[in-house]
């Protein structure tokens, strides 16, 4: 299995039309991992509070954002989630985000392989626009598989 | 000041941190300083001692206002090797 199997799977892949807010938006955007017991619910509020304290500093480029917070604040199992919201979050007022990659990471490196891939493919803002407008959760599973 | 140790920090020291320190190695290397280490943590604990040189993205700056100017290097784009690459080189020549 490649490193990106191993940490995303096709149900903690989804489109969203729209959030309410940021907080929303990580909310919905965690849940997939809550659901599949890879983290637990402290884990959103965890994020929030990051959020809140240092700013969005997980917006890694214009309409991406890797949502994570430390292994202590809720890591059962490291996994990735992927939520394309169609309307974008702002998480900084008049710059909207609609690529929300949720990182569960139990460790600061073990996670390397997974975050090499995601670099290298996000470093092309083409990559993300795809991914943006991917027509189903089914395509954007298979683009993040393709990288 | 010869540079020795390049420290990468984010809020939560593996996720915006790690990038930055796997572009950060490979920037290195390209500029043709290999003995440079690198790596990342979390952004409360940075200290001026813990390394020569710092990278941080753009919402993290205020954060290590502690840092003399000389020693950390901002990032706007925290996935634009290019931008880090002329940033890096500033530092190191």
């Not at chain 1, 430390?70 to 690529?99: C, D, H, N, S």
């Not at chain 2, 190695?25 to 020569?52: F, Q, Y």
Request: a negative charge.
């Amino acid at each position: 299995m490649s490193a990106m199997s191993d940490m995303l799977k096709r149900e903690n892949v989804q489109i969203v039309e729209s959030c309410k807010d940021w907080e929303d938006a990580i909310h919905v955007a965690v849940q997939p991992l809550v659901d599949g017991g890879f983290v637990t619910p402290d884990y959103i509020a965890g994020i929030i509070e990051n959020t809140n304290k240092f700013g969005p500093y997980f917006v890694l480029a214009p309409d991406l954002a890797l949502l994570h917070a430390r292994p202590e604040q809720g890591v059962v199992e490291q996994q990735l989630a992927v939520t394309i919201a169609r309307t974008g979050v702002e998480f900084k007022p008049g710059e909207p985000v609609r690529v929300l990659v949720t990182l569960a990471a139990t460790d600061p490196d073990s996670h390397l392989d997974v975050m090499r891939i995601l670099a290298t493919m996000f470093a092309d803002p083409a990559n993300i626009e795809k991914v943006a407008t991917a027509a189903s959760a089914d395509e954007v599973y298979r683009l993040f598989m393709e990288a | 000041m010869a540079i020795r140790k390049i420290m990468c920090a984010c809020g939560s020291g593996l996720g915006s941190s790690l990038i930055v320190h796997m572009n950060t190695e490979e920037v290195v290397k390209k500029l043709g300083h290999p003995e440079v280490e690198v790596d990342h943590t979390t952004i409360s604990d940075i200290n001026p001692t813990a390394a020569d040189l710092f990278v941080v993205g753009a919402d993290l700056g205020d954060f290590i206002s502690g840092i003399p100017e000389e020693q950390k290097v901002v990032l706007s784009n925290i996935l634009d090797k290019a931008e880090l690459e002329e940033k890096l080189k500033a530092h190191l020549g």
